[in-house]
Nanobody, 123 residues
């Protein structure tokens, strides 16, 4: 079955950096658009970044533009999220997700989700 496994979360001070990874299995990775989303306590799941199947199209939420970078390595079935200049408001559980047919910011268009990794940014 399809598995998406995130790693790389943790506790970091404001201004610091983290790199999240999401390893995919059970699907033809190169055919899927990949997204990163986040969810803070009491909040709805929020779009963070998306990359299309071949990496040629990328889009970011305004709140992370210029600080976060999404990338993918189709040979390793992995998508990454490099997060720099982290702020306390970036604190959330971060999820990766896979979408077979759409390049979309909407969570409902993603068929497969990881279990999430916690990112906590202290002030």
């Amino acid at each position: 079955q399809v598995q998406l496994v995130e790693s790389g979360g943790g506790l970091v001070q404001a201004g610091g950096s983290l790199r999240l990874s999401c390893a995919a299995s059970g699907l033809t990775f190169g055919l899927y658009g990949m997204g990163w989303f986040r969810q803070a306590p009491g909040m709805e799941r929020q779009f963070v970044a998306i990359i299309n199947s071949n990496g040629g199209m990328i889009n970011y939420a305004d709140s992370v533009k210029g600080r976060f970078t999404i990338s993918r390595d189709n040979a390793k079935n992995t998508v990454y999220l490099q997060m720099n200049t982290l702020k306390p408001e970036d604190t959330a559980v971060y999820y990766c997700a896979a979408s077979r047919n759409l390049y979309s910011r909407a969570p409902q268009n993603y068929q497969h989700w990881g279990q999430g990794t916690q990112v906590t940014v202290s002030s």
